[in-house]
Structure formats: C-alpha cells, structure tokens
C-alpha cells in the first residue's frame, strides 16, 4: 500500500509562511487547491463572516440560505423577531432543511426527507414514528440536540456575521473602528436603520477570491484598466458647459477618469485584521449632488454634528476582511463566496436608508447595475483581467506578485496607519492578515 501522499502546505508550517513576504506573495495563495482548503477550515470558518442583512428576512420565518467555507448556512427570523443563523443540515440524515434560496418556512422547519420538524431556534419539534426510538440512544444522541449553531453570531446595526468555529476575538474586538463605519452607513437613514434594496447582483468569475478583495484596494488600476469606459463616458459627456446639471450616470462613472494623482490624494487607512478604509480624504463619490430635505431630515434624527459627519463620509471601499466591502454613498455592499480556489462569486447588494428620499436607494442600484454588474461598462474590465491573472500567474520565471509600492520601512501587524490612496500597505495588510490566521494551529 502506499504512504498518503505528504501535504505540501498543511504538513508544512514554514513553506505556509514563506508564501507572503514583506512586500510580495507567492503565487500559490491564488492557485494551490490545498492552501484554498486550508483557507477555508484557518481563515473563513474561524473568522468573522458577512451573512445577510437582517432586512432580507423581515418575517417570522422568513429564511435563506448561504454557503461559507464550503459550510451550508441559513439565516432566519424566529417567532420573538431575533435573527439566527443555523447550519442548514438535518439532525437526522443530513437533507438540506431548505434547499438553495430564499423561503418563508412558516412557524417551523420540516425536512423534506423523512419529515423531522424543528422550531426556528434549531431545537427539536417533532420525530416522526418516535416510538420506534423508545429504547434507544437518539436522546442522548447529536441527532437529539436539532440544528447545529456557528460558534458565533453578531448583529451589528442589522448586518449579520457568524463565525462558523473555534474561539477568537468578539464581533467588536474583531471589527474594532470598522464598527464607526458601519454606523456611519447605517445612520444616512434618520431612523438608524437600512433595508435591501431588491435582490443583488452576482458575478461568478474564474479566479482567486483575494485578486478580488485587493482590487477593491488598488487605485492604480482605473486609469488603465477601465480606460475604455472612462473614455465612453467622457465621450457621451463632451461638449456640455462646466455647470451642465450632470445625470446619475455621468455623476457616478465620469470620477473613475480621475487621474493618478486624484486616486493618491483621497488617502487610506490601514485597520489591525486586514480591514481598511480607502478614501478618508476624498472618493469617486465624494461629489454627488445633495437631495432636498434630506440633510434637514439627518439633522433633525440625529443632530447637527453627526449628521454632517454622516454626510461627508463617503469613502470609496471599506472592507472587512476578508468577506466584505461596504460603501457609504451610494449604500452598496459587495460580500465575496469563494467557491473554489479558481471560482468566485460576488453579490452587490443596494440599501434604502429607511425614512429617506428613494432616490438614494436608487443611486445605490444604478450604481451596482453600471460598475458591478457583468452587464456594466466596468466589472468585466476587473473580471478579464483578474481571469488572465489567474492564467498568467502558472507563467515560468517568475512565481512572484509584488506589493512593493510604498513599501519603504518595516510594517509592523495590527497598527493603524494612514497611507495615500495609491500605497499598497492597504494590500499587505490584508495578507499579514491572511498569513496570522493561515499560521493558527490545525
Ligand atoms: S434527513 Fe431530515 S428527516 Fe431524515
Ligand atoms: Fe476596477
């Protein structure tokens, strides 16, 4: 018989670490399946993860479902208004309790395999036959203890994270000043509250989920990459006079032609756990126009201070690594779903601040339909290029990415720093925080 095989990366402490240097990654942590599996059980089950947004499921009962880590999941409101998140998997045989979607399941769910029922807590409704079981272990048995929970769910001004294992940080420690971030997003509605805006916009593309999430910080790339499209909307837009009224359209793709130096200016921040702000000074979006009785109707829920506050934060991507990026105006979210090392889906879900002109969730969705749809003038720019990457990288030679720029000092992990909007410190610090959780202990 032969031996297994040895695993290159999981029997391997120091070849893990090598594979992300100061200011450079190794093109495994984009190709290798066994480090993608690795990622999976080290980084997403045992960090915090985006589920939903609670106003996705605003019944009793109302549920839907999801896949993390390879993990499938469902989030769902119960009978006393809480959100919860379960493991969507039959205590009995392991049926799917709800196939893949969205549903009201009513005041219970009932597998469809052999008719188990349990309440929208997890907990054991009903078996059906149960006298066949007198006399027997099932009691004491996992069968008996009904759905299984992640180790931690968090609800953070309606947006719902789980953490699917292990002990760790709280969602607050984990999150930190992206918590401010969250509130500030929340807070453009006077009532505190957000809710979807319809369902998201999905793209599934050939590779590595991480060329994703760096992109969403990487401002050297519009100027070329997206250099047909800010050519159109320059062209559709030639000829108008300076103080022409300019429509949604041309108000949200004409600043992705901004140039360099715009791009350097509008600043980052770096967050311990790989998180970031991009766009503290100015953004893309910085310009929108203003909407009337909007800022009195700020001002008048949550006063003068915080409601200008609230106004002027408008940075261009706020991640939370590694599942989420958020922005502030338009409300538009983008959660990553690796499904395999080389195939990623991402959904672009638009918010309506509640009590607020609709306008703004239509901003938001004609944003995501114009730059995040595969339908738009932009994404399928990134999604080409992030698929040739993916190609390329088997390229003999070379088997390294660099992140040099604005590498020029030591950077120590878990420091906050403030960084010009072009420096790849936004990026390094996502892989120092990948190589933190990819070096935790099996
Ligand atoms: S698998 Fe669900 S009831 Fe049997
Ligand atoms: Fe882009």
């Known amino acids: 018989m032969n031996a297994p095989a040895r695993s290159r990366y999981r029997d391997d402490p120091e070849a893990l670490r090598a594979l992300v240097r100061d200011d450079a990654v190794h093109r495994d942590v984009y190709l290798d399946e066994e480090v993608f599996e690795l990622e999976r059980e080290r980084l997403w089950a045992r960090s915090w993860v985006y589920v939903g947004h609670e106003s996705q499921v605003p019944a009793a009962g109302d549920c839907m479902t999801l896949d993390v880590a390879g993990r ?78 992640p180790a931690g769910v968090a609800v953070h001004r309606g947006f719902v994270f789980a953490r699917l294992e292990g002990a760790g940080p709280s969602f607050d420690d984990w999150a930190g000043p992206m918590r401010a971030v969250i509130d500030a997003i929340a ?74 130096t715009f791009f350097e200016r509008m600043g980052g921040r770096v967050l311990p756990g790989g998180h970031s702000v991009l766009g503290t000074q100015s953004s893309i979006h910085a310009s929108y126009e203003g909407l009337d009785g909007y800022e009195a109707a700020l001002v008048a829920a949550h006063g003068e201070a915080r409601a200008h506050a609230v106004l002027a934060f408008a940075p261009q991507n706020a991640v939370l690594y590694p599942s989420v990026s958020m922005k502030a105006m338009p409300q538009a979210i983008r959660v990553i779903r690796p499904l395999a090392v080389d195939l990623t889906m991402v959904e672009a879900w638009a918010f309506q601040p509640v009590d607020a002109p609709e306008l703004l969730s239509r901003r938001a969705t004609t944003y995501n339909r114009l730059v995040f749809s595969p339908m738009s003038v932009l994404a399928h720019d990134d999604l080409h290029v992030f698929e040739t990457i993916q190609q390329a990288l088997r390229a003999d030679g070379n088997p390294w990415v660099s992140l040099a720029r ?7 992990d878990g420091e906050t720093a403030e960084v010009g909007g072009t420096d790849e410190r936004l990026i390094r610090n996502q892989f120092r925080a990948w190589a933190a959780a990819m070096g935790g202990a099996d």
């Open 187 to 260: 807070d453009r509605s006077p009532a505190g509250r957000l809710r979807v805006a319809g369902a998201p916009i999905r793209s599934v593309y050939r590779a590595n989920w991480k060329t994703y999430i760096e992109n969403i910080n990487d401002t050297v790339h519009p100027p070329a990459t997206h250099q047909s499209a800010n050519d159109a909307a320059g062209a559709v837009w030639a000829g108008q006079p300076p103080d022409a009224p300019r429509p949604m359209s041309m108000q949200q793709l004409l600043p992705f032609g901004s140039g360099w």
């Open 72 to 149: 499938p999941l469902l989030m769902v409101r119960d009978e006393a208004g809480a959100v919860r998140v379960l493991m969507n998997r039959c205590a009995h045989k392991g049926a799917k309790l709800v196939s893949d979607g969205t549903a009201n399941v009513g005041r219970f769910f009932r597998c469809p395999y052999h008719a188990w029922a349990y309440d929208l807590d997890g907990a054991v409704r009903a078996i059906p036959l149960r006298s066949g079981y007198e006399g027997t272990a099932l009691a004491s048995s996992d069968a008996a203890r009904g759905l299984s929970s």
């Open 406 to 412: 604005g590498h020029v000092a030591p950077e120590r």
